[in-house]
T-cell receptor, first 114, second 113 residues
Framework: NAGVMQNPRHLVRRRGQEARLRCSPMKGHSHVYWYRQLPEEGLKFMVYLQKENIIDESGMPKERFSAEFPKEGPSILRIQQVVRGDSAAYFC????????????FGPGTRLTVL | KQEVTQIPAALSVPEGENLVLNCSFTDSAIYNLQWFRQDPGKGLTSLLLIQSSQREQTSGRLNASLDKSSGRSTLYIAASQPGDSATYLCAVQYGGSQGNLIFGKGTKLSVKP
């Protein structure tokens, strides 16, 4: 059973471009969480999704950021018109549909905005 | 506001030493507390999870304790090894099993051979 997959592992964008980060949860997992880790900071919760539903987006910036988890395919975190302050490591975690205390983390995508 | 604080921010010890990492949280109504390990450029590896009703958990050379009333947890590492060098993160979960995790900034541990 493969772990949580994220791609790309490293992404470089120029200011104003769009960044798309992908997360494939573990097999059988239908819950996905996105976290952001700014340099020298702890991980901060961004959004929690279930298949085709956003459950909690209280940590998402109000503008330029969006997330989806379609019925088929990976979860996507989309950042429009990136700025240098978006440079960070973005981690995805997944958990199974039944009660589970454990979130399984992917290796992260490191976004650098030039 | 729910916050998690870890001290020290960095720690350097010689190989073989026993050490303690500290974590404190402001809201004691936690669902559980988890310790993770993060290696440079890598994801997070879960080390120990303590439910709110538990006092401690052990795995090998690691022991984590939880004192909800005082809002504190400690991670004890016995007989440290150079391979233990990493950043250790404490995370608290509120609101049940589907709640998001609130992380501390971590303690960067370096074990010198």
């Amino acid at each position: 059973n493969a772990g949580v997959m994220q791609n790309p592992r490293h992404l470089v964008r120029r200011r104003g471009q769009e960044a798309r980060l992908r997360c494939s949860p573990m097999k059988g997992h239908s819950h996905v969480y996105w976290y952001r880790q700014l340099p020298e900071e702890g991980l901060k919760f961004m959004v929690y999704l279930q298949k085709e539903n956003i459950i909690d987006e209280s940590g998402m910036p109000k503008e330029r950021f969006s997330a989806e988890f379609p019925k088929e395919g990976p979860s996507i975190l989309r950042i429009q018109q990136v700025v240098r302050g978006d440079s960070a490591a973005y981690f995805c975690a997944s958990s199974p549909p039944a009660f589970s205390d454990t979130q399984y983390f992917g290796p992260g995508t490191r976004l650098t905005v030039l | 506001k729910q916050e998690v604080t870890q001290i020290p921010a960095a720690l350097s010890v010689p190989e073989g030493e026993n050490l303690v990492l500290n974590c404190s949280f402001t809201d004691s109504a936690i669902y559980n507390l988890q310790w993770f390990r993060q290696d440079p450029g890598k994801g997070l590896t879960s080390l120990l999870l303590i439910q709110s009703s538990q006092r401690e958990q052990t795995s090998g050379r690691l022991n984590a304790s939880l004192d909800k009333s005082s809002g504190r947890s400690t991670l004890y590492i016995a007989a440290s090894q150079p391979g233990d060098s990493a950043t250790y993160l404490c995370a608290v979960q509120y609101g049940g099993s589907q709640g998001n995790l609130i992380f501390g900034k971590g303690t960067k541990l370096s074990v010198k051979p």
